[in-house]
């Protein structure tokens, strides 16, 4: 084989090889459990956001505009100005 005989062969083997890395996990795994999917609330809190629900409180009353703002929300707008007031006036 010439010189560029064997370049090409290279880099069709080493392209197949990469392709089967790259699809090899997705082709040997499962559907995801219940317990490996994502959880539909945060288990804390995230400071500046308040639109996040927390697991760690009761269930989230519902929001009306200019209404008074629920627990997880004062929480994690505590000291950062403005975030309640955005939290409380945005639909």
């Given at each position: ?16 090889a990469m392709?089967g890395?790259?699809l ?6 499962d ?20 639109w996040v ?29 403005g ?9």
């Amino acid at each position: 084989m010439s010189g560029l005989g064997v370049r090409i062969a290279r880099v069709v083997v080493g392209t197949a090889a990469m392709t089967g890395l790259f699809l090899a996990p997705t082709v040997l795994a499962d559907d995801p459990t219940p317990r490996e999917q994502s959880a539909p609330c945060y288990p804390g809190i995230i400071p500046g956001n308040p639109w996040v629900k927390s697991c760690n409180f009761g269930p989230r009353p519902p929001r009306v505009r200019g209404g008074p703002p629920d627990q997880t929300a004062v929480i994690a707008c505590r000291d950062i100005p403005g975030c309640l007031s955005a939290f409380v006036n945005n639909p």
